[in-house]
């Protein structure tokens, strides 16, 4: 795919806690951009995080690094919002819902004063109901207010499987849909291993996905759980996912990812924003990709938009 005709690939990064700079730091090795911006509530730790990105530049490919205020958010084709208060052990998503609300109700609009033609990517917990704000308040098209979604663990489903059948994790196909958080919806019934059905490819390896499948669907949906009691927080993971879209959208992939987006539509869902399989490039979405699922999983989907639409509602939205 050509890359899209901008004069540089910039993004700026609000929030410089391990989520903003485990997500710096990749795009810094993968070479990605040519700048990056740092923003923080605390100007000196953005200054000391540049400092410190920019040290390692021999390194890497050559890039301009800096620290600032909003300004940095001017001619960014994408503004990262990782700024937030922080999901604690016990604590669901939905429970950071009224304290992160105001946090984005207060970082849109700056952003927007000095960059209306951005690409919004919401990384802030709990995403999708932030999303649904950001988009409210901003006034951008739907297609570019996203979220890192269920990227990530759409990742770590397709790593499960791989890992039980012991074949590299980019020939497992599968999606994980709906609100990033404990209502996901694993859709099993689209699940492929190198384009062959998965009940298909259980019958001709001889190893069936039922033994392990309530294992790997507890795995997935309370994987950040599981790591938050270890070690507090999720992040070297999460920031690789949204390198990933990034890629995705300087690069002008049209790739398929399952970023947060609001349904206008799709299963019959409206005025909600949750994750999908989407094509994903330099205008941010192209389009919403609803392929048919089992009964049971689109009564899970729609589930799954009535606990996030119930926390919308929460916090007036």
Known sequence: MQSHPYRHRKVAVIGTGLVGMSYAYALTIKGLVREIGLINRTAAKAEGEAMDLSHGLPFTKPMD????GYEM????QIVVITAGASQQEGETRLDLAQRNVK??????????EHNPDAILLMVSNPVDILTHVAL?????????????GTVLDTMRFRHLLSEY???DPRNVHGYVIGEHGDSEVLVWSRVNIAGIPLLNYCEACGKSIDPKKEMIEDDVRNAAYHVIEKKQATYYAIGLAMARITEAVLMNQHSVLT???LMQGEYG???VCLSLPCVVGAEGIDRVLSNPLADNEKKALQGSARVLRKGLDAVGY
């Open 165 to 167: 059948y012991a074949v």
């Open 136 to 148: 409210k308040v901003s006034k951008l098209p739907p297609s570019r207010v996203i979220s890192s």
């Open 65 to 68: 690094i800096r620290a600032g």
């Open 259 to 261: 970023v947060g987006t």
């Open 269 to 271: 869902l409206d005025d």
């Open 103 to 112: 946090i984005v109700e207060d970082i849109v609009p700056k952003v927007m």
């Open 73 to 76: 958010c001017r001619d960014a």
